[in-house]
């Protein structure tokens, strides 16, 4: 690994470049300044990114943020709805037990040569 890759890594500049990108990409904000930058593993994530009020870290719903842990690299989005058929599907699908279901897409990095 190239010195100037891990610094990117270890400050945490390239993850705050892809937050924002997905903050300009989609109008969805930070909840705090910083973000929450929660440590936890994929079966966790639908729980910690809640609301507050059910047990969570969020002041509001539709935000943008990131998690450290096995998560990487991967991308996921938690999502809910009152709808009992979706409800039903996303259960049968192990995406969750609800109110919150997780959507995780693990992703694998591709290292490119330079001409």
């Known amino acids: 690994m190239s010195p100037r ?3 990117e890594f270890v400050d945490g500049s390239k993850t ?3 937050m924002c990108a997905v ?4 109008g969805l904000v930070p909840d705090v300044r910083g973000m929450h930058c929660v440590k936890c593993n994929v079966d966790e994530l639908a729980k910690v990114y809640s609301l ?3 047990g969570g870290v969020l002041n509001q719903e539709g935000v943008v943020d990131f998690a ?3 998560i990487a690299p ?3 989005v ?3 709805t009152d709808n009992q058929r979706i409800i039903d599907g996303l259960v049968q699908r192990d995406m969750g037990e609800g109110p919150n279901y997780l959507l995780y897409r693990h992703t694998t990095c591709v290292r490119l040569k330079r001409p």
Request: no cysteine.
């Open 16 to 18: 705050m470049i892809e």
């Open 52 to 54: 507050k009020s059910q």
């Open 74 to 76: 991967g991308v996921f």
């Open 23 to 26: 903050s300009n990409a989609t």
């Open 5 to 7: 890759m891990l610094i």
């Open 78 to 80: 938690i999502v809910t």
């Open 68 to 70: 450290i842990g096995n």
